[in-house]
């Protein structure tokens, strides 16, 4: 069974911090994975995608397959990045999320 | 507005009771999911529908049935609830197909058994 897992239930640091959101997958072929966030009082919504390679609000995430981790690093924390984030794992459409990380930006 | 919609937002109800919580998407979407989050935020997929039909279908307890009368609506039918049943539902949609599409999901139905 594919396994996403995310060490850090939470993670606090201050403003203008960097932040590193860990997360490891069960090795299996050629993974797809996602990082998703939900903003307090907004919908869990697409943060962004391994296969994209882009950098979405200050925030990228690399693969690597040699340590099956997909982590989520942004250098300079901002308070509006206070939110839980997924770490996600898809075989087609079928969605498998890891535990999830809630991040506090303190001012 | 184009989203994804689920009513109603808060649901509490007694040990035993049946209930249902409807979803709908105007987004065009061929498939909907149900999810579940448990206390621990948690999500795990439940079921996902395309086109009226099940595809995903994932251990869950016969308890739940889900039931798309369109490829709009997907509704959760809860019957004899427990108290391991509250949590907080989410639906959500995505285009159909094999491959990954980006899913849009709903605000989220708190469900709580006394």
């Known amino acids: 069974a594919q396994r996403v897992t995310q060490p850090e239930k939470l993670l606090s640091v201050f403003k203008g911090a960097p932040v590193e959101l860990k997360c490891n997958y069960s090795y299996s072929g050629s993974p797809e994975l996602f990082w998703y966030v939900q903003y307090s009082r907004q919908r869990l919504q697409l943060l962004l995608r391994h296969i994209s390679r882009e950098s979405i609000k200050g925030f990228t995430a690399d693969l690597n397959k040699g340590e099956t981790s997909f982590h989520l690093k942004k250098p300079f924390a901002q308070e509006e990045d206070s939110a839980m984030y997924y770490c996600v794992r898809a075989a087609g459409n079928k969605l498998t999320f890891g535990g999830g990380t809630r991040v506090l930006v303190k001012p | 507005d184009t989203a994804v919609s689920q009513t109603p937002k808060y649901l509490v109800t007694q040990m035993g009771n049946d209930k249902s919580i409807k979803c709908e998407q105007n987004l065009g979407h061929d498939t909907m999911y149900w999810y579940k989050q448990d206390s621990k935020k948690f999500l795990k997929i439940m079921f996902s529908y395309n086109n009226k039909e099940l595809i995903i279908n994932e251990t869950v307890p016969n308890r739940f049935s889900p039931k798309s009368p369109d490829k709009a609506h997907l509704n959760l039918h809860i019957n004899s609830l427990e108290l391991g049943d509250s949590a907080v539902y989410f639906c959500?949609?995505?285009?159909?197909?094999?491959?990954?599409?980006?899913?849009?999901f709903g605000p989220g139905t708190r469900l709580t058994v006394l």
């Open positions: 959500a949609s995505s285009q159909g197909g094999l491959s990954y599409n980006e899913q849009f």
